[in-house]
């Protein structure tokens, strides 16, 4: 009688814990990346941009804040956007949820949006109790000053080196690497950031669950979780983690060889580890339960730069020669966003390239033009997620009994509407899927 009653309540507990989140399967994470803002002519990204995407949206990331290297605060990167009088977007970001109830606003810290040269101050902070009081004591300010729902972290820890490919793909390689941000930084205290690390999780979730703000983990691309995150002990405390499983290979890493950058499954001759998938068992592996882990989906492509030398079959890996050329409203080489990609796949488009879709559903989809021999112009390689590929990775999400998909982010997808005549197809393709 005794053991039926126990189990009765565990029943009616584990429920509660339950309900406690209304979007257990289906979350939709929508990131904005303020900084869009301050792109210029059409490749500005307004609030009212932003707006328009949030009927799809159960949270709203905005991002980035960072952290003071002297006093371990949380600090704004930009504050003519986040608090200047012309824009306080600290203040307007959260006041969507008049028009959207439900929607869940919260802070991101970190991002790779705080500069590569001061990534060691995340480590730092970890180490000392005195240090992650002041990290913790600003975050709860800040989230109540302005009305934030809660925190996300997206700690800027120490990414993995490029590796050499072995097998299939040794041949392509031509060993180029650049120095990232912690360079050639050999982390020699892992043990000591990890523990120290979760317990900054621990404290900063006693100090908001009575204040009942949320805490998301992030985890940027190429940061090797099994070292830094320990996902058992953080699972109580997190809401949920964002996996950003994307930027398996980029022009800036692989700048001789591209690769498709996302996949949910590895191919073949490929390193093992590099995919969504493999990203999603160790969280649920270590402990993690299934609603609370989260797919990242990339509204950017990556491109490079097709020579003379590169295969003229399109077919990935394919030998490239760094970034390809800047779009007209990223502005940035090596990358074009959605809305820019899909603009080149029209029969009529200036610099057209060659949609090559994905019908295993694994790998993701990409585009190219090859180098023209005749006016020996360059080509360039596109990897990217469209509407398919989106919704693949809800498919995969739903089918997994995952938390749902985080897109990263919105100033990346179509925000203007000029491919299919729908503002955000992304985000919506994907939406649909869950
Ligand atoms: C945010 O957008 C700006 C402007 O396009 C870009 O320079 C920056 O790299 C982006 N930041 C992140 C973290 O993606
Ligand atoms: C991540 O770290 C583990 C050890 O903690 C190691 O076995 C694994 O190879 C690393 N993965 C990558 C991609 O470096």
């Known amino acids: 009688m005794k053991l039926i009653y126990l189990a009765l309540i565990a029943a009616f507990v584990i429920n509660l814990g339950a309900t406690l989140d209304p979007h257990e399967h289906n979350k939709v994470v929508c990131y904005w990346n303020s900084t869009s803002y301050q792109r210029s002519g059409p490749g500005q990204v307004k609030l009212e941009d932003v707006s328009q995407a949030l009927g799809f949206c159960t949270h709203l990331i905005y991002g980035f804040a960072g952290v003071d290297p ?116 050999k982390d020699e ?48 405390n997190i809401e949920a983690v964002h996996l950003l499983a994307f930027d398996q290979n980029t022009p800036e890493r692989n700048a001789k060889e591209a690769d498709y950058t996302a996949p949910i499954y590895e191919s073949y001759g490929r390193v ?55 779009g007209p409203l990223t502005e940035t080489p090596g990358i074009l966003s959605y809305g820019e990609v899909c603009a080149r796949l029209t029969e009529s488009a200036v610099g057209r390239v060659r949609p090559v879709k994905d019908p295993s559903k694994k790998y993701g989809s990409y585009a190219y033009q090859s ?22 990775k809800a498919s995969y999400a739903k089918a997994k009994g995952l938390g749902g998909i985080a897109i990263w982010d919105l100033s990346t997808d179509d925000y203007r509407g000029t491919c299919s005549g729908e503002k955000f197809p992304l985000v919506r393709a994907a939406k649909f899927k869950l």
């Open 70 to 185: 002297v006093s371990f605060e949380a600090i704004s990167l930009n504050p003519t956007l986040d608090t200047g009088a012309g824009h306080a977007f600290f203040r307007l970001v959260p006041q969507f949820k008049r028009n959207y109830p439900d929607l869940k606003v919260l802070l991101s810290i970190g991002g790779n949006a705080d500069p590569y040269e001061e990534t060691h101050k995340y480590l730092v902070l970890t180490e000392t109790p005195e240090a992650r009081t002041k990290f913790i004591n600003s975050v709860v300010r800040l989230l109540s000053e302005y009305d934030f729902d809660g925190v996300d972290l997206a700690w800027q820890f120490p990414t993995v080196k490029v590796k050499k490919d072995s097998g299939a793909l040794k041949k392509f390689w031509h060993g180029v690497k650049k120095v990232f941000g912690y360079g050639k930084f």
């Open 189 to 236: 205290k892992e043990e000591e950031h990890r523990t120290g690390f979760t317990n900054l999780v621990r404290d900063l979730k006693t100090q908001l669950r009575p204040k009942n703000k949320a805490l998301t983990l992030t985890i940027l691309p190429h940061v090797n979780a099994s070292v830094y995150y320990e996902a058992r002990l953080l699972a109580p």
């Open 272 to 326: 093992p580890d590099d995919n969504v998938d493999a990203s999603v068992r160790y969280w649920l592996e270590h402990g993690t339960p299934g609603g609370k882990v989260v797919v990242g989906i990339p509204t950017f492509a990556r491109t490079w730069k097709l020579t003379s030398d590169s295969q003229i079959s399109g077919v990935p890996p394919i030998v490239t020669d760094g970034p390809g050329l800047q």
């Open 371 to 392: 180098y023209n021999p005749d006016t020996q112009v360059d080509g360039i390689w596109i990897s990217y997620d469209d509407t398919d590929t989106a919704g693949n």
